[in-house]
């Protein structure tokens, strides 16, 4: 897993949710940033309230932290 950041934060879906896995586990589907708080509390990494924009802890894919709408499509 060299260079991948150990928690992805999938592309929003249609209904804005956006899957998350930690350490290619799927533990998740998030809805809001504090779903993912959440998430990585839970997975024991609490200190990523304060880093979840730290590209080495956190990989943001469609979109960063403020988004959550699906892509239109086209």
Known sequence: MS???PVIIHPPQSDGGRRVTIRDEYVG???HLLDVVEFLRLAGLPEADTKIDDPELLEWRGGGPSY????APG
């Open 68 to 71: 959550w709408a699906p892509k």
């Open 3 to 5: 260079g991948q950041a």
């Open 29 to 31: 589907t998030a809805y």
